[in-house]
């Protein structure tokens, strides 16, 4: 299925139940001609605008430059909610992890992790997911529907709220300086190149100055190897770049990660070298999770530095995270640590991902919820 078709088949609604239009999620041209076919002039849309983007506000009433007739049209035209929220966990660690309910209904996982020197975002881009890697829970829950621009921004903007980082009156907005959310990371649930248009605009607006100016070089995009899309999200975004390789080879790689069989490895390492931007200033990052006996041997680690030979690099090593039945065990920490010391000695640098949240399923592969795709009626 091509992106465009699964785009189509796979939409987000984009109102609520009540029929009102999410203003969240609309540039700033879409936001200024929503609110004219209402008889609002251009200049109070830049005004909602800042409230909806800089101020980070939830009710319309809050909007106390508008006038009170404008702000009883927003209230019954338009949404700035935030999602609703079935359960917070928070790890040992002090990774926190939220179950997020959409407009319809439908459930996503999003993840904070606290680190001293910044804080990282994990961020949804679908409900469930359209792949099926054999280690990653999420693969195990199909995909229901495409996140809508609206709802990526949502999560950012909840994470916002619950971490207290929205500019009061008066202050000047820096989304970097002294705030705990530093970084956003598209590695949730879903496969943000398969709902690519939902994600660049969710992601421009994230790095529009008079937007929630996020940097992106503060932002990443991990994918599982849609190769048509990779090049296109480097010119047009120009994010930070991971791939989900967990494998040397096309054998092992299509065994745990059917896409390979789509966009096999010589295709997929193509689009990575001619990623813009590409330098060893700004390196993609390739995520490989360690599996037992499976992908971690020795001659693996080999063949895997000569794969990625000439490619701007870092190969992030992940100890797999378990979950209820699933097939696979972790490498040991001797042959993690083994695997990694030959990477390093080819001249890559190979760090050994941290686990964390493990103990409430926040860490890698461990993301899934209890949304269903809804069944055709007769």
């Given at each position: 299925?091509?992106v465009?078709?699964?785009a ?7 109102t609520?139940a009540a ?5 969240i999620?609309?540039?700033l041209?879409?936001?200024?001609a929503a609110?004219?076919?209402h008889?609002?002039p251009?200049?109070?849309a ?5 409230w909806?983007?800089?101020?980070g506000?939830?009710d319309?009433?809050?909007?106390t430059?508008l006038?009170r007739?404008l ?5 019954e035209?338009?949404s700035?909610e935030?999602?609703g929220?079935?359960?917070e ?20 996982e ?10 990282t ?11 099926t890697?054999?280690?990653?829970h999420t693969?195990?829950?199909p ?6 621009p609206?709802?990526?921004l949502?999560q950012?903007?909840?994470a ?19 705030r705990?959310l530093?970084?956003?990371?598209l590695?949730?649930?879903?496969e943000?190149?398969y ?7 969710a ?7 008079d937007g929630?100016g996020?940097s992106?070089?503060?932002i990443?995009?991990?994918t599982?190897?849609?190769v048509p899309q990779i090049v296109?999200?480097g010119?047009?975004?120009n994010v ?16 745990i990660m059917?896409i390979n069989n ?11 070298r ?10 993609i990052?390739f995520e490989y999770v360690m ?8 001659d693996?680690?080999?063949e895997?530095a ?6 701007p ?7 797999f ?13 001797n ?8 990477l ?9 991902r941290?686990?964390?949240?493990q ?9 899934k ?9 007769a």
């Amino acid at each position: 299925m091509s992106v465009t078709s699964h785009a189509t088949k796979f939409a987000a609604p984009r109102t609520d139940a009540a029929g009102r239009i999410a203003l969240i999620g609309l540039t700033l041209p879409e936001m200024i001609a929503a609110l004219e076919e209402h008889g609002l002039p251009k200049f109070r849309a830049k005004q909602v605008w800042h409230w909806v983007y800089h101020r980070g506000v939830t009710d319309f009433e809050a909007m106390t430059n508008l006038p009170r007739d404008l702000r009883d049209t927003l209230i019954e035209k338009f949404s700035i909610e935030r999602p609703g929220v079935m359960t917070e966990q928070k790890s040992t660690d002090g990774t926190m992890k939220w179950l997020l309910v959409m407009a319809d209904g439908q459930q996503i996982e999003m993840v904070f992790i606290p680190e001293a020197d910044r804080g990282t975002l994990c961020v949804s881009s679908q409900v469930g997911c359209t792949l099926t890697c054999r280690f990653c829970h999420t693969g195990t829950q199909p995909l229901v529907r495409n996140l809508g621009p609206h709802e990526i921004l949502q999560q950012i903007m909840y994470a916002r709220d619950v971490l207290g980082e929205w500019p009061v009156a008066g202050e000047k907005k820096d989304a970097n300086q002294g705030r705990d959310l530093t970084n956003i990371v598209l590695m949730g649930m879903g496969e943000p190149l398969y709902n690519y248009a939902n994600v660049a605009k969710a992601m421009q607006i994230c790095m529009d100055e008079d937007g929630l100016g996020i940097s992106k070089r503060r932002i990443t995009l991990s994918t599982s190897g849609v190769v048509p899309q990779i090049v296109q999200c480097g010119e047009e975004l120009n994010v930070n770049l991971a791939i989900s390789l967990h494998a040397p080879n096309d054998a092992v790689r299509s065994e745990i990660m059917p896409i390979n069989n789509k966009y096999p490895l010589a295709e997929l390492l193509d689009a990575c070298r001619n990623y813009p931007g590409l330098s060893d200033n700004r390196r993609i990052t390739f995520e490989y999770v360690m599996l037992k006996d499976v992908n971690d041997s020795d001659d693996q680690a080999r063949e895997l530095a000569q794969l990625l030979r000439g490619i701007p690099c870092k190969v992030n090593l992940i100890p797999f995270n378990p979950w209820p039945n699933s097939p696979y065990e972790c490498s040991s920490g001797n042959r993690i640590h083994a695997f990694a010391r030959i990477l390093n000695g080819e001249g890559y640098d190979a760090p050994i991902r941290k686990t964390r949240g493990q103990d409430i399923l926040a860490a890698c592969g461990q993301l899934k919820s209890e949304s269903q795709r809804a069944k055709p009626t007769a």
